[in-house]
């Protein structure tokens, strides 16, 4: 009996060993998962007492983790922040009165009020009429400078080209690639005599711009015109009847001949005409297409310039009867440019033709003579 009791508290001791071993396996193995910045009952050097007082009247150390909206809000208050700065400097003006005061007012409120005091007033249309001839063969090269030119003019501007019928569509594709508002015109009639043709060409343009009403500032440009770019701003501000020099230039002649209004300030006193001398100051000599503008309301309705209609109706030549109109009332002729109407702003080039002798569509031999 003594042996057995022996071996059963063996038995007893070691179940005990063995429970003992199996708790501090466990209890180290969820120790390893703790936090390492909390104190751990099972490590650490022994403290002082001074420490151990520290740690008793010290907060515990709290870890907060900052949600993903934070940013969002961070970055929010950072816009108004920026925005209250800028604010009060851009949308607020300050006015001093004349006692020192100092006045805000919202930059809005000012647009407003600009607004209401700014009127805006339409630039009038520029109508340029260009003929043209059917045998002049840098027709197409004056065509497209004269298209460079009118395109650097600020709008709007209406480009009237006359033509005669042809099989040829070079002015056609010229003036769908110019980028300028133009019409078109295309003629039947056979001339002879080229001045009587171009008279004809002026009045097809003014026969449409009549039948239309096409209200604006109607000026004739031929192809040999040069001009200077304030010429057109200037001949925009024309009430009824606007006048200008104009300086013939030939280039095979060595001498330089101006046409024109002779002023006082702004107001037409007289003609300076080529070919007139004292003799024949009273004879009335067709001033240059070129060197005059008007209001082409006096066209469809002359009544409104103090004109009666019959006079106008009586006329079968409308570019004559523009002329005689311009000669016959200097009251309301305006030199331009204002305050200075002696000042050059249009040449009229005369470039010879006699280096085309032969025929366009011919191809000059490699050893010719002739420079283009």
């Known amino acids: 009996m003594g042996s057995f009791d022996r071996s059963k508290k063996r038995v007893q001791l070691w179940k005990k060993a063995a429970f003992h071993i199996v708790f501090c396996f466990i209890m180290g193995f969820f120790t390893g998962f703790t936090p390492t910045s909390r104190a751990s009952i099972f490590s650490g050097p022994i403290e002082s007492n001074q420490s151990m007082k520290n740690q008793e009247f010290s907060p515990p150390a709290i870890e907060i983790v900052q949600p993903v909206a934070t940013r969002e809000v961070t970055l929010n208050r950072n816009l108004m922040a920026k925005a209250q700065l800028v604010v009060p400097e851009t949308l607020v003006a300050v006015q001093i009165n004349s006692s020192g005061d100092q006045k805000r007012k ?3 409120e000012e647009e407003e009020e600009e607004e209401e005091d700014v009127t805006l007033i339409p630039k009038k249309v520029l109508i340029v009429i260009t003929p043209t001839r059917s045998n002049d063969l840098l027709q197409g090269a004056l065509l497209r400078r004269m298209a460079t030119t009118l395109k650097l003019v600020p709008p709007p501007l209406l480009w009237m080209v006359v033509e005669a019928e ?16 133009y019409r078109h015109l295309v003629f039947k009639e056979k001339f002879t005599d080229p001045e009587a043709e171009m008279d004809h060409q002026r009045n097809i343009a003014l026969n449409l711009i009549e039948y239309h009403r096409l209200d604006g500032i109607i000026h004739f440009a031929g192809l040999s015109n ?5 010429f057109f701003e200037e001949i925009r501000e024309t009430e009824v009847f606007g006048a200008w020099p104009i300086a013939s230039v ?8 101006i046409e024109g209004p002779v002023c ?4 037409v ?8 001398n004292n003799h024949d100051q009273n004879l009335v000599k067709p001033i240059h297409v070129s060197s ?48 200075d109407c002696s000042k050059i702003m249009l040449w009229n080039v005369h470039i010879p033709r006699q280096i085309m002798t032969y025929h366009s569509s011919s191809v000059a031999p490699p050893n010719s003579k002739h420079r283009w």
């Open 226 to 230: 040069f001009y200077d770019l304030d």
């Open 166 to 181: 042809s099989n040829s569509t070079e002015i056609s594709e010229i003036l769908r690639c110019t980028g300028v508002m």
């Open 292 to 339: 005059f503008a008007f209001n082409s309301s006096i066209l469809w309705d002359p009544e409104r310039w103090g004109r009666p209609s019959s006079v106008q109706d009586a006329s079968q030549n409308t570019m004559k009867y523009v002329q005689q109109v311009v000669l016959e009332d200097e009251s309301k002729l305006k030199g331009i440019p204002k305050g």
């Open 264 to 267: 006082d300030s702004s107001q």
């Open 250 to 257: 030939a280039a095979n002649r060595k001498r330089v001949v």
């Open 106 to 108: 919202s930059a809005v």
């Open 269 to 276: 006193i007289g003609w300076q005409l080529w070919g007139m």
